[in-house]
């Protein structure tokens, strides 16, 4: 069984969408590098649906990553 220890976050903010509150999804991945190939697709479909003008940004996150305070 593989673990999936990479996972992509994906934030969008259609036009007019208050930048504090972004529409989100996350998906797991094997590799950095489907991540990455996933995330322009994820891309390209929410500007589809919610228009030309509406703002994205994505991360592929480690689950292994830890955050230091």
């Given at each position: 069984?593989v673990?999936?220890?990479?996972?992509?976050?994906?934030?969008?903010?259609p036009?007019?969408?208050d930048?504090?509150?972004?529409?989100?999804?996350?998906?797991?991945?094997?590799?950095?590098?489907?991540?990455q190939d996933?995330?322009?697709?994820?891309?390209e479909d929410?500007?589809?649906?919610?228009?030309?003008n509406a703002?994205?940004?994505?991360?592929?996150?480690?689950?292994?990553s830890?955050?230091?305070?």
């Open positions: 069984m673990e999936l220890k990479i996972f992509l976050l994906l934030l969008v903010w036009e007019g969408q930048q504090s509150d972004p529409l989100w999804t996350i998906e797991p991945f094997e590799t950095v590098a489907a991540c996933y995330a322009i697709i994820a891309v929410a500007i589809k649906k919610h228009g030309a703002q994205t940004q994505f991360q592929c996150l480690n689950k292994d830890r955050i230091k305070e």
